[in-house]
């Protein structure tokens, strides 16, 4: 089978994670370390994963032929669909030119027009680009900017807040909260790092910012992975004016809210806060690795040093990725999909609400645009929503600190029949009272 459209119901054909998923499954952990191999070691093979053979729009078809609506957007980098044709086309052509340039050393054309494209979007005036191959990076790009930047007047601290996730890289990890994230690497991560309740109230922001001492302020304007927190109103505006006050640069890590994901192009805009640097990927490359700082040029003077850069990678502005990016821009904006994650994020916020009065299993519902999450009453609550929505054909992941919150986040181009038959499904599992299995 070959998937020709991507605005499909679900179809399973036989019960997921099926044979082929679970004999790829079982080499794939033979030969690949554990952790990242998907296989969860002392799990039957039926709580195996699935293996993904193909994905177009919102579907994905996986080796053993069934067919899924995707509400993680794979991790939320899908924004304009799996497989998006003018991304295809872009890499197609691309492809016929140049693979690979030289990192610092010999631009190309397309990284030109991404980063003219991206300095234009940018929510900060006067803005400029360092690209970045993954998320992490781009927060340890970010990190490092404001160190640099800070230079000889002695501002060696980071606030972050807490919960947050950015990234497990070990300069990324320092700021992640997650305690099993960074337990095992403790001694080795930086240490003049300050972290506050996410929303902690502004005296106590400008309590760590009045010691003179920080170097920067990173914040998720929405966290992300870590239980989708929408912050109290005027928070991150409040916390901007401090950080201004004081002359700390404001971080805003929007590697997942970017891009339109919470229905506007970055989540800073509707509060009004202008950040200094903004790291951005996911939805960037359409599927292709690729994330980015924008920032103020002022800020980024401090990266001006004789000699060789400071900070680079052997893929830097990679041109696949580039072609990719352009591509993905120009859907976003033709299609206006910022304003359609607002207007359909509306509807799909409505229905979820009704849902912590349907269903005596979720605790809370919080989001914007589309990106939501649904508090279950326990992590066995979630898991159980996630394997049978799975089984029903809707690909689903659960996330926060406790692994309580399921994500929704869907394609910002999912038609709404196939958003509604996907919510229906979710639906329908939390009304039913089939008995939690053994293993969950
Ligand atoms: N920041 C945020 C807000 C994220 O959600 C993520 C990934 N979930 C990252 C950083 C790290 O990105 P990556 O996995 O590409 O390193």
Redesign the pocket.
């Known amino acids: 089978m070959s998937l020709t459209r991507g605005d499909q119901p679900p179809r399973i054909v036989t019960p997921p994670p099926g044979p082929r998923a679970r004999e790829l499954a079982r080499r794939l952990a033979e030969v690949e370390a554990p952790g990242v191999n998907t296989v969860v070691p002392g799990r039957s093979p039926q709580e195996g994963p699935i293996l993904w053979e193909e994905a177009l729009g919102a579907n994905v078809l996986d080796v053993d032929g069934n067919l899924y609506i995707d509400l993680t957007s794979g991790?939320?980098v899908a924004a304009v669909g799996h497989r998006h044709p003018r991304v295809v086309a872009a890499l197609a052509a691309q492809g016929g030119r140049l693979l690979h340039g030289l990192g610092d050393v010999h631009a190309h054309p397309g990284r030109v027009e991404l980063a003219s494209r991206l300095a234009a979007l940018a929510p900060m005036p006067d803005a400029q680009v360092f690209f970045a191959i993954?998320?992490?990076?781009?927060?340890e790009v970010a990190i490092k900017t404001a160190i640099l930047a800070a230079g000889a007047t002695g501002r060696p601290r980071v606030l972050a807040f807490e919960p947050?996730?950015?990234?497990?890289?070990l300069g990324?990890l320092a700021a992640t909260s997650r305690p099993e994230f960074r337990r095992p690497f403790a001694q080795h991560l930086h240490p003049h790092l300050t972290r506050l309740p996410y929303g902690a109230p502004p005296p106590e922001v400008e309590r760590e910012l009045a010691r003179g001492d920080v170097a920067g302020v990173l914040l998720?304007p929405i966290v992300?992975?870590e239980g989708v927190l929408v912050p109290p109103p005027g928070w991150l505006a409040a916390v901007a004016a401090l950080c201004r006050t004081h002359s700390v640069p404001l971080i805003a890590?929007?590697?997942?809210?970017g891009f339109g994901r919470t229905g506007s192009l970055f989540a800073v805009e509707p509060e009004g806060v202008v950040p200094d640097l903004l790291?951005c990927?996911?939805a960037l490359g359409g599927g292709m690795p690729i994330?980015a700082v924008l920032g103020r040029r002022t800020l980024f003077r401090c990266w001006e040093v004789p000699g060789e850069a400071l900070h680079t990678s052997t893929f830097l502005g990679n041109p696949l990725a580039c072609a990719a990016a352009l591509a993905v821009l120009d859907v976003l904006i033709e299609e206006d999909l910022p304003a359609r994650a607002a207007t359909l994020g509306e509807e799909l916020g409505k229905r979820l609400f009704t849902w912590k009065e349907r269903f005596p299993e979720v605790a809370a519902v919080r989001g914007r645009g589309l990106l939501w999450g649904i508090e279950l009453a326990s992590r066995q609550a979630a898991k159980r929503l996630v394997a049978q929505a799975l089984a029903r054909g809707v690909l689903l992941l659960a996330g926060g600190p406790e692994g309580k919150v399921a994500q929704i986040v869907p394609p910002l181009n999912i038609g709404t029949e196939q958003l509604g038959v996907a919510l229906g499904i979710l639906e329908e599992t939390l009304a039913s009272s089939l008995t939690i299995p053994a293993w969950t």
Do not use: L, N
Request: charged share 20%; hydrophobic share 35%.
């Open positions: 991790f939320g993954s998320g992490a990076e781009a927060v947050a996730y950015h990234g497990v890289t990324a998720e992300g992975r890590d929007e590697v997942f809210t790291c990927g996911k994330a």
